[in-house]
């Protein structure tokens, strides 16, 4: 099938699940969020996919088809890729002081991740150095100002993007070591 | 003898509704200032600037009434409080809203009553909900038959207006400051009753009035809230209450700027496919 809709069918997937927890469970369901003072186990896996509001759902899911339309992923990379972001983000917030996080944005940044890593891999060295150039500048410099700018009763968890981020080179790098494997294995077999 | 007697019964259980028009009216007030400074001082502390630790925790409850008759039922109070907490509810900045039982309030008052209970509850602000309520009673031509006792209960002869004001102030208390306000109002034209069932009659329709400018504080509150949320939403440098996010409260989210340079890289790998193509 053509990558585009492939990724196109990931974006939509993800959008529907997360309009969906919102509009069953509302915006702030403390049960769904990492919540540290209420904590439940599904929570590692439902705090992903809530959001604080409908603009803080809408900008996390455009990102996603805009990252997706850029540097299209195959569904099966992705969701290795999401779930190693998971397990990492979950780890951080287990044992970090974040009383409460919800949101999409960490597992948004595994495609520019899987992306960076395919690009090294292509010795594409001055698109990874500007990629990962603008992910600093970005977390380090606009993200932060765009905290203090805006009125929200939240600050975002850069610790959470550069996780999605490592959770993705980390996926495309083991998918590598994989396929490697594979046909060293499959060459010695022959 | 037996006379005598109608003529002294007719005057002494007819009280005053022989004397002409009656008039009479009934105040019932919580103030909200006798209930901060309730000595009259003030204190002389240096003023602080409110600071807001968003999301805030919010009390809520009705400065209590210190006449011996009690007018509104408690029972309606948590009602209309519950209603207002469902108007908080619904802001991303409000955290918690917990409804204060009237009697924690009933017995001390000042701001030093409203630290403890802030405390108590680790609350940030605590709104406080006054009233106001005037009932003027005025007899009519058909009074004169209250002459006859029976009369009393089945003529309509005392008509009575009730207005009410509710006015709801939320306080920082660390600041001792009031962050905002909102107020509604409900006026009742002349009803009219038969004397025997006046006051059933009085507490029925304050309690109805009650929840009507409850309404409209309602509806206000929303408007005072929008505008409070633009206003810390400006930071202006100048404004004197500042917030603060409290730690830890975290999520994951994509800026404005992040969105539009993506868009842009989309756009041009649109371009270039498409010539491509």
Redesign the interface.
Known sequence: MNSEIINLKISITITFVCTIVMVIFG??NTLLGYN?DEFHVWQLITA?FV???VK?LI??M??LS??L??FPATFKFHLKAMVIAIILIDIYLYFS????????????YVVPGMACYKLFQQKKYNHVVLMIS?LIF?LAI??PE?RQ?????????EQ??FLGFFSGILSEFTNRKLQLNSRSNLAFLQ | MARLFLLISVFTLSSCAIFGEYRHRHTHTTSLVQFLYPQGKLPLEDKRNPILNLPLRVGLAFIPDRSSKQVISPVLKNTLLENVKASFGSKGYVNEIVVIPEMYLQTSQGFGTLEQIKNLYQLDVIALVSYDQMVNAKDNLLSLSYLTIVGAYIFPGTGYQVNTMIDMAVIDVDSRSILFRAAGTSSSKNQIVAEGYRSQAYRKRQNAEFELAMGQMQGNLIVELTKFEQRLGEKDPNDRIKVKHRKGYTGGSVSLFLLCLLFCMALFKFKYEFRNN
């Open positions: 915006y702030e540290a992903h959001h604080y509001d803080h900008t996390n455009l990102a805009l990252l339309y850029l002081n974040v009383k409460y996080y919800v949101g999409y944005s960490g597992l948004l603008i970005y606009i993200s765009y700018n805006q009125f929200l009763i939240w600050e975002s968890l959470a993007h």
